[in-house]
């Protein structure tokens, strides 16, 4: 098992920044690759970025390319997420995310076998 703990959530104004991180535990060794997403109320759970762990390959959704950055430390096992120039409509609970097995796409929660509990992001206009 690999447990996911957020932090980093809280209530800035637009054009701020805001990191996330997400530490791991327990069966870390196998972890394949991590991920974020994001719920907004009223909204289905979305994806935002994700990476591999083995080699860093970083994927993104299109609404943050160039605004968010995912990165990892590997000797702490936790995984980053940079949100520069925020926008009040990525206002929503993120999620950190991992799998623990070999995944074609990143872009899939149902690719994730692991989450935590999620940490709140407010960007106010």
């Known amino acids: 098992q690999v447990q996911l703990v957020e932090s980093g959530g809280g209530l800035v104004q637009a054009g701020d920044s805001l990191r996330l991180s997400c530490a791991a535990s327990g069966r870390t060794f196998s972890t394949f690759a991590m991920g974020w997403f994001r719920q907004a109320p009223g909204k289905e759970r979305e994806f935002v970025a994700a990476i591999r762990w083995s080699g860093g390959f970083t994927y993104y959704v299109d609404s943050v390319k160039g605004r968010f950055t995912i990165s990892r430390d590997n000797a702490k096992n936790t995984v980053f997420l940079q949100m520069n120039s925020l926008k009040p409509e990525d206002t929503a609970v993120y999620y950190c995310?991992?799998?623990?097995?070999?995944?074609?796409?990143?872009?899939?929660?149902?690719?994730?076998?692991?989450w935590g509990q999620g940490t709140q992001v407010t960007v106010s206009s």
């Open positions: 995310a991992a799998s623990t097995r070999y995944i074609g796409s990143f872009y899939s929660q149902q690719n994730y076998n692991h």
